[in-house]
């Protein structure tokens, strides 16, 4: 039986062998299909996987984003409208729904992104997370909160949800903004009207106000609060409660610091790192000096903000008179207001007559030198203020800890905190003692002499950045009208919280006249040129302001036929240059007036030439060089 089994296995291995030479080339391609196909399954079943988990990411993400907006939305209303026990208990039931997501959110990141969401990810991610976490199981699991009963609170829910929300969709905004690549200044216009629409809304809620208003009026003062302007048709000293006082105060703070100074450092720390273009981005917005300084800097301006604040309140509650108010909350609101009305150079008040009431002026005038102090601070800018900073450390270093013959740490003024210190300061002298001579037997008539000369520099100094009137401007003689006038045109200096053409562009003017009348080559001062771009975006700067202010008085002369027309520039020059100063106009506008007057709020706030930069910057013709042909110039 062996015999016969070997010698079938041999003829049938001979017939293949027989059959293999003439189909052998369709054999090999079938067995190199088999093997293709193979090889290449698990690939593509791998492939499959992850395009399946992105679907997922993303639609999440788009889920998680709807839920922060709603969860934003669900704690001003539950805090801002006059809730029944049924509406509250509702907003609950979403906000609760929210968490929900937030947490599954969390574990799917844990459990298929673990090397994003928890080895590479922020300190700010994890704080947040662990929020969510420990809201979540207070929920949950009621008996295990038991222990701390703050975590099962209302407060400490929503402060979670709004910490979540907020640190996710300022990251996801950095993303957006790094995948379209959009131009820094439309993104910073878009972050401004975002903000400004935003504040509209909480603005209207009953509990903001102690009467309704009308929707332009809370768009107004909306756009004047993140455009740090204080112009405003309504006494909010009357109208706004304490509620509405919070709102105002962090527009106007948003507004002051730029969302994206918030929105980088929430960012930063949510996600571990960030993109190369959303560095660049940052940097541009800020004017870090470089990559390495980019989180430094972001620090520095939100640690010199509170700082100064905080020591500004300390000292307007000190100074301010305390017959003003009826309890000791009272005080601390008014001091922390306008501590940070006057820094970021809004120049809102919540007192009545504002800063001319009698009280005031009749008391402590070392009241009105701390809101000049802040005033000025705020107006010279954050890049003057952190190389002031470099500069008092390392002479406080070298006095420490001398060093023999090493330069490689020096710091110097450079040419920019150069320029705009002494063109401020000659502004401000310029400024008191002008004022002082034009208002010496007008609107400082009844006034000690010393109280003549502080108001002479407090009103020398807010023209050029804030709102605040310690004196009625509709008082005062023509000739002070228009240094008033050419002081909100100059403006405070660039990168600050204040308006105008800004006092680096007018003196870069200035240097290029002194150029052009000595025959110089080159613009400059202190042994430093200036760059030709520089020069001519300064002729920019001031050419866009000029026009603008003729293109908007037009405007309002057309709306309004029967207001003088000194009133009406110098309202247009006010909300155009973000001052807030006002000759009693803008209460009795219409609508339509209020809403131009928006418009110049914003663009003054954003930069008319930014934004046409970032829409028509991209068109011009590069590369070309044409023949040079003169042009007669005088």
Partial sequence: MVRCSISGASVLVGRIENYMPNNLPRLEKAIKRIIWEQKHKAPNESQNYVQWLHKIDVFFTCLTAIASVGSLLGVAFYYGLNNSTNEASGFLVGLHAALFLFAVNIFLGIC??????????????????????????????????????????????????????????????????????????????????????????????????????????????????????????????????????????????????????????????????????????????????????????????????????????????????????????????????????????????????????????????????????????????????????????????????????????????????????????????????????????????????????????????????????????ADFQPSTILLVCLLMWIGGSSQSMAGGVKVNTVAVLFLNLKSIITGSDQTGAFHRAISEKAVLRAYAVAFIATVCVFVFSFILILLEPGQPIRSIIFEVMSALFTVGSSLGLTPVLSGESKFVLCIAMFLGRVGLLSILIGLLGHRGAKGCSFPNEHIIIN
């Fill in 112 to 473: 298929f992104a673990f090397n994003r969401f928890v080895l590479h990810a922020g300190i700010l991610k994890w704080i947040v997370n662990l929020l969510i976490l420990i809201s979540a199981a207070a929920y949950f699991f009621p008996a295990a909160s038991n222990w701390f009963g703050c975590i099962s609170s209302k407060e400490f829910l929503f402060f979670s949800l709004a910490s979540y929300s907020l640190v996710f969709l300022s990251a996801k905004a950095l993303d957006l903004a790094n995948s379209y690549r959009m131009n820094p200044s439309l993104i910073l216009a878009s972050s401004f009207i975002v903000v400004i629409l935003i504040g509209t809304f909480l603005l209207m809620l009953p509990k903001s106000t102690k009467e309704p208003i009308d929707l332009i009026d809370a768009f107004f003062i909306s756009t004047s609060a993140v455009c740090v302007t204080g112009l405003s048709p309504i006494d909010i000293s009357q109208i706004f409660t304490n509620f509405g006082l919070l709102v105002l105060s962090v527009l106007i703070q948003i507004g002051g610091l730029g969302l994206i100074a918030f929105t980088s450092v929430f960012a930063i720390f949510y996600a571990g790192s960030t993109s190369v273009y959303n560095q660049l981005l940052i940097r541009d917005m800020i004017y870090s000096k470089s990559m390495d300084a980019l989180l430094p800097t972001l620090l520095y301006i939100l640690g010199f903000t509170l700082s100064i604040e905080t020591i500004g309140a300390f000292l307007i509650y000190v100074t301010v008179p305390s017959s003003l108010f009826t309890t000791l909350s009272d005080k601390l609101i008014f001091s922390a207001f306008h501590s940070m009305s006057a820094f970021c150079n809004a120049g809102f008040s919540n007192l009545k007559d504002g800063l001319s009431n009698e009280v005031l002026l009749k008391g402590n005038q070392f009241f009105y030198l701390v809101i000049c102090a802040l005033m000025f601070l705020g107006s010279i800018g954050f890049p003057i203020l952190i190389n002031l900073k470099d500069k008092l450390f390392w002479k406080i270093k070298k006095q420490l800890f001398p060093s023999t013959g090493e330069q490689t740490n020096f710091i110097r003024f450079d040419l920019n905190t150069k320029l705009v210190l002494i063109t401020s300061s000659i502004l401000v002298a310029a400024g008191t003692v002008l004022f002082l001579i034009f208002e010496y037997d007008g609107t400082l008539k009844d006034m000690s002499f010393f109280t003549k000369i502080v108001q002479s520099l407090f009103n020398a100094i807010l023209p050029r950045t804030t709102g605040f009137a310690s004196v009625n401007p």
